[in-house]
């Protein structure tokens, strides 16, 4: 037995193909754990650890209530339980809130992108929590974690809605902290600062984040490596918050409930 003792848990991760939620796909199979990837690219993806009895990848869109009631079927149907649930899935695509240089531009927000990012980040979150919670509540256990971010916390130029997103999912988990903590389950954020990159980082996205902040992509990359913002003075590792949500997901971490905790190296306004 680890220290941990997740052995065997069952562990569903949304957005679990790449970047973040990779990592922690990857972290929760190496302390043993049983995992569900959920996620939308059509072709599964390589996992560190992971094999045909330990690990399940589900093509889920969290926006439709179907595909995620397609998905837990799936994940009972193989496993029996879901002990935790790590609500990872999310979009960021940066706009501004009024373009002066170019009004009604591509990179100006609208109701497209209000909509699309809405969409994955909190009604997925709704959906995939909803559904997971129903047999959490049958097994009176379970442990649901909501990926925030630290921009939820002090908001990001060019990022409004993402950000707007993220602090709504502070509220969500310090709200259902409420209403499941009779059922024993435990509602946890966890709120990445700024982590190293990954495949999610792409031209697409540099191109619309310099542009929103005024700044070439040349200027945003260098700006990723200046950290005098953190006390740390360094960027966070993806491996640092998987290793978290391993933690929570843990009966190590059995107070632990109802709050968003900021991984970011002590990075604040001030």
């Not at 959920?38 to 869109?61: H, Q, R, V």
């Not at 999310?90 to 009024?98: A, D, Q, S, T, Y």
């Not at 994955?120 to 379970?142: D, E, H, P, T, W």
């Not at 993402?162 to 966890?190: D, F, M, P, Q």
Request: charged letters at 20%; glycine letters at 10%; a positive charge.
């Amino acid at each position: 037995m680890s220290w941990l003792n997740i052995e065997n848990k069952v562990v569903i991760v949304t957005g679990g193909a790449s970047g973040i939620g990779k990592a922690i796909a990857e972290a929760f199979l190496k302390q043993g754990s049983n995992v569900i990837a959920a996620d939308m690219n059509n072709e599964p993806p390589e996992i560190k650890g992971s094999n045909s009895n330990n690990f399940l990848y589900a093509i889920t869109d969290v926006t439709k209530k179907s595909s995620v009631d397609a998905m837990i079927a799936k994940t009972l149907k193989k496993f029996n339980k879901i002990d935790i649930l790590v609500n990872n899935a999310g979009i960021n695509i940066p706009r501004l809130l009024v373009d002066s240089q170019n009004a009604g531009g591509q990179f100006e927000l609208d109701e497209k992108v209000w909509d699309l990012v809405c969409n994955v980040n909190l009604k997925g979150v709704f959906i995939c929590a909803q559904a997971a919670a129903r047999q959490m509540i049958k097994q009176n256990s379970g442990v649901i974690i909501n990926m925030s971010s630290e921009s939820g916390l002090e908001g990001s130029e060019g990022q409004s809605v993402y950000a707007a997103t993220k602090n709504a999912l502070n509220s969500l988990t310090r709200s259902w902290c409420k209403e499941l903590g009779k059922h024993n389950i435990r509602v946890v954020g966890l709120a990445p600062g700024i982590m190293e990159a990954t495949g999610l980082r792409t031209i697409k996205y540099e191109t619309a984040l310099a542009y929103t902040r005024g700044i070439s992509v040349e200027q945003l990359r260098a700006g990723y490596s200046q950290t005098t913002t953190i006390p740390l003075g360094r960027s966070g590792k993806l491996s640092e918050v998987a290793d978290t949500a391993c933690f929570i997901g843990s009966d190590r971490a059995s107070y632990i409930h109802g709050i968003t905790l900021n991984i970011a190296g002590g990075k604040t306004r001030g």
